[in-house]
């Protein structure tokens, strides 16, 4: 018997796209440099993919579920472009009072992607650029990152994360050198 695929959990807004204060509009969607092809060549070594991403703006009414939506249909576009492929999208549309179980650091985003998709997350990767990004992943025993994009270099010095890397696509470079 084959073991599960590994999954990478990328963070989306100053990871996977240029941050954007509460990005709103799918026209001001711009993905980090480097990033299509770091997706691309990680599902080529057989990793899945899946974006987690708190959007607390839903909750303080800054914009909707559609508009999320269109969002998201611009980003798949954006990486299907760059021959990337990913495997979900996983949301916490609540605000940081909410108390609920998927707003990053808890890890519900991920439990959710590991029930939906049939991987351990002990075996996966968590990439991002905020503490928040770094706790969720060692809160599953995943190995994190952070990378200095987005708010990632003003927290660099006190980071818990794995590995400290400039871009999506460094990590990637790690993650493939372990494969």
Known sequence: MTAPRRFVLIDRDGTLNVEKHY???PDQLELTP???AAIRRLREAGFGICVV???S???R???GLDRLAEIHERLTAM???EGAVIDGIYI???GPEEECACRKPLPGMIEQAAAEHGFDPAAAFVIGDKPADVDMGRAVGATTFLVRTGYGRRHEADTKADY???TLAAAADVILSQA
Do not use: E, K, R
């Open 53 to 55: 991403t708190n959007q």
């Open 79 to 81: 990486l299907a472009a």
């Open 92 to 94: 916490c549309p609540h």
């Open 57 to 59: 703006g839903i909750a």
């Open 164 to 166: 400290v890397v400039d």
């Open 34 to 36: 480097g990033a299509g």
């Open 61 to 63: 009414g800054y914009f």
């Open 23 to 25: 990005l709103s509009d």
